[in-house]
Each structure stands twice: as C-alpha cells, then as structure tokens.
C-alpha cells in the first residue's frame, strides 16, 4: 500500500487527538522520544542541534536502534509499537502518519490495526490483545512527510495500534474519522448534538482559511484564538457558513455561539438554521448581532426534528466554539444502538 496526498478524510476530525481526549497508552520502546507526542495537536516541530540526555531532542515518538543476532531474518514482530486510546471511539476513515523533521532516522515501512474493546481494561492487557483489524496493510512510508492512507471500513473502534518496521521516529499519527460514541450517555437528557465527542461533525464550510472548522466542536472552552474556526476575510458578497451533521435526528432547544479570544475579527451577526431529514429547512435563530470575545446563549423554540443546522456568519471572521443542545428522537436513538453494536 502506498502513501497518498491527503484527501477529503482529512476534513473528519482526528478522533485520536489529545484535546479530544485521546492518549497515547502503551508503546514497546521510547528510548529517544517519548510516545505522547504522536497526538499532539500542533504540527511538530524542530530546532537543530539541540542535544538532550538522549541526544537530539525531536517532536514525535522515537524508538532505538534494533539490533538482530547476525545471520537472523527479521521477524513478524520486528517492529516497535504504539497504542493509542482514541478520544472518542469511532469509524476510521484515513490515517495520516506524519515523519515530520524524520530524515535519516524515520521507519521505512508502518503499519496500523484497530480493535475495540469494552470497558477500561489496563494497558498492558490491551497491548496482548488477539483480533487486531489491519486498517493500513505495511506500506513503505517517506521521510519529513505527511503520509495518508484512506481506510475501507465501517467498524467502530476504540483503540488504534500503529507499527514502525523495524524502528525510528514518528512525528504525529491522526485518525480521521467519524464518532461513534457509546450510545448509554446519550439516554440521560438533553445533550449537546453537535458535539464531536458525542458523534457529531462539521459536513462542510464555506471557508477554513486560518483554522479548521471541527474545532468549534471540541470539547471544553478555546485557550486562545488558534482555538477555534476562522475564515479569510471577504472581499466579494455574500457570508461564509458551516453545516453542522447533528449525532442523530433531534430537536434543538438551547445553542451557545462562543466568540472568545476573537476581539477585532468576530463576526457581526449570526444565524442559525435546521436541515430536516428530507433536506428541507426551518429556522432556528433568525439573523442576530453578535459581541467580540463573548459566549452567547439563545433558547430555541423546539421546532421539527433536524438532521444538520448551517450556522451563517456575517460576513465573515471566526468563532471560538458553537454548542447545539438538545435530545434524539427514538428513530435516530435507536438507529445509534445499532451503530454501535
């Protein structure tokens, strides 16, 4: 299997991220570079010539030197491991397994299984775990790259093992995919259905200039601008907008259009509006102004059940965080049971 240039996956939000709660919770070997660094959510990056007690200090996970008995083939578990406990599980649609700053220490082939397990098993029971998915068959990967590969299946994962052959270093692993959280939180009330953790996601935006739009669905509040979602600024008319596809079929009654950290580039005004399932649409929360560096809270009149709610801008900028709460109708509670199953 080759590696690809990244493709339409990559707008799917990266289910192992560290910020999504994803970890980093078994590796074979770290001798260089410590495992935690494969889901950090800032690109990697490196200063030359800079020398720690382990020699140069590098952002990704770096493994030892392997060394074989002189004469002996390599094995099938020649290879150092790492597992990574995915933030929220889900289907995996791509993988990109970046060897950013790796140059003459990157692995030359990797691999990357799956398996989803119930409950909180400890970490080494995970690791010698049988019945592992390949999701990415060994492929050759290159150096000082952000190597994609797209995945056919539909399963619903929890944990996702990536193998270098034999060693070397690694930058970042992202798991790009759709959530598929477990579906016993969703029973308890009204919950946030847009909510990246809670199996929603961004279907599609006008605009993601600065930063991407699955940011607005994260979890928690935004630390600083980066944060969040911010467009280019418009020179034509018109308004930049993002679609929103809810965890399920529901009916909205609560939003928070969070503007925080954005004081000269928030937009104006904003307005929400809800995509029923055969695709026509009713509104939400008309055209209304809105303040820099605020979180704004509307109650929404329970209306039809919606499937999705493009969020309009005027005209443009950046917003930190959008919450849309709300409870499932049975139909899309029961088709998430089956889902998940």
Same mark, same amino acid.
């Given at each position: 299997m080759k590696p690809t240039e990244p493709t339409e996956f990559t707008l799917l939000p990266d289910l192992a991220v560290r910020?999504?709660?994803?970890?980093?919770?078994?590796?074979?070997?770290?001798?260089?570079?410590?495992k935690e660094n494969l889901i950090r959510p800032e690109a990697s990056t490196h200063q030359a010539a800079t020398f720690g007690h382990k020699g140069q200090v590098y952002d990704g996970w770096e493994t030892r030197r392997r060394r074989r008995p002189h004469g002996d083939a390599p094995g099938p578990d020649d290879c150092?491991?790492?597992?990574?406990?995915?933030?929220?599980?889900?289907?995996v649609r791509g993988v990109i397994v970046d060897t950013a700053w790796f140059t003459g220490n990157y692995p030359p082939e990797i691999s990357v299984e799956a398996i989803a397990v119930q409950g909180y098993p400890p970490a080494d029971q995970i690791a010698a775990l049988d019945g592992w998915t390949p999701l990415v068959a060994r492929a050759r990967v290159v150096g000082d790259t952000a190597n994609a590969f797209g995945v056919?299946?539909?399963?619903?994962?929890?944990?996702?093992?990536? &193998?270098?052959?034999?060693d070397g270093g690694?930058? &970042?692993?992202?798991?790009?995919?759709?959530?598929?959280?477990?579906?016993?939180?969703l029973d308890s009330?009204?919950?946030?259905?847009?909510?990246?953790?809670?199996?929603g996601r961004v279907a599609d935006c006008s605009n993601r200039f600065y930063s991407h739009?699955?940011?607005l669905l994260m979890p928690g509040r935004a630390r600083v601008m980066g944060d969040g979602w911010e467009t280019a &600024?418009?020179?034509t008319s018109g308004n930049d907008w993002v679609r929103v596809r809810l965890a399920g079929t529901g009916i909205l009654t609560s939003a928070e259009i969070d503007t925080s950290y954005f004081l000269s580039n928030s937009p104006g005004a904003a307005a929400l509006t809800g995509i029923r399932p055969d695709g026509s649409e009713v509104e939400l929360l008309p055209r209304t102004d809105l303040l820099p560096d605020a979180r704004h809270r509307f109650p929404l009149t329970p209306a039809d059940s919606v499937e999705q709610v493009r969020l309009?801008?005027?005209p443009d900028g950046g917003l930190a965080r959008l919450r849309l709460y709300g409870t499932l109708t049975d139909a899309a509670r029961d088709e998430l049971r089956g889902n998940t199953a």
């Open positions: 910020t999504l709660g994803g970890a980093v919770i078994w590796a074979s070997d770290e001798s260089f570079a410590e150092d491991t790492a597992i990574v406990r995915l933030g929220v599980p889900g289907v056919e299946s539909d399963r619903r994962f929890t944990h996702v093992r990536l &193998r270098i052959h034999p690694v930058a &970042r692993l992202r798991v790009h995919g759709e959530a598929k959280p477990d579906p016993r939180w009330g009204p919950f946030d259905l847009a909510a990246l953790e809670n199996g739009p699955q940011n &600024r418009r020179r309009d801008v005027y």
